[in-house]
Nanobody, 123 residues
Framework: QVQLVESGGGLVQPGGSLRLSCAASGTIFRINRMRWYRQAPGKQRELVAGIITGGTTDYADSVEGRFTISRDNAKNTVTLQMNSLKPEDTAVYYC?????????????????WGQGTRVTVSS
C-alpha cells in the first residue's frame, strides 16, 4: 500500500508565504509525475503545479511566478513553496502522485491522493 501525507497548511496573511510538503511511503519502485491540486469552497478541484522525475515543472497561470514546486526523488517527497499569497489561494491543497509499486511491472502506475491540507489566506 502507498500513503501520501501532506503537511504545512495553515492561516497566513495576504502577501505571506507557506511551504507545503508531501511524503510518499509504502511499496514504491518509482514515482513519475507529482502534482499539487487545490479545491476552494464551492469550486472544483484544480491543478496547481506538477513536476516530473527529471524536474521539469508546470504551473497554473494563477500561481505562475508565486509558487514553486520541487521534489526529492531519494526521499519521495514533493514540496510547494507558496509566496505572495492571496485570499483567492484559500483552499484545501492535495498532493497527487503517479506511483509504480514494483519493478516487476515497470509500466503500471497508479495515482494516489493525500488527505489534503487546508490553506487559509486572510487578514
Amino acid at each position: 500500500q502507498v500513503q501520501l501525507v501532506e503537511s504545512g497548511g495553515g492561516l497566513v496573511q495576504p502577501g505571506g508565504s507557506l511551504r507545503l510538503s508531501c511524503a510518499a511511503s509504502g511499496t514504491i519502485f518509482r514515482i513519475n509525475r507529482m502534482r499539487w491540486y487545490r479545491q476552494a469552497p464551492g469550486k472544483q478541484r484544480e491543478l496547481v503545479a506538477g513536476i516530473i522525475t527529471g524536474g521539469t515543472t508546470d504551473y497554473a497561470d494563477s500561481v505562475e511566478g508565486r509558487f514553486t514546486i520541487s521534489r526529492d526523488n531519494a526521499k519521495n517527497t514533493v514540496t510547494l513553496q507558496m509566496n505572495s499569497l492571496k485570499p483567492e489561494d484559500t483552499a484545501v491543497y492535495y498532493c497527487n502522485a503517479e506511483i509504480i509499486p514494483t519493478e516487476r511491472r515497470p509500466t503500471i502506475a497508479y495515482r494516489y491522493w493525500g488527505q489534503g491540507t487546508r490553506v487559509t489566506v486572510s487578514s
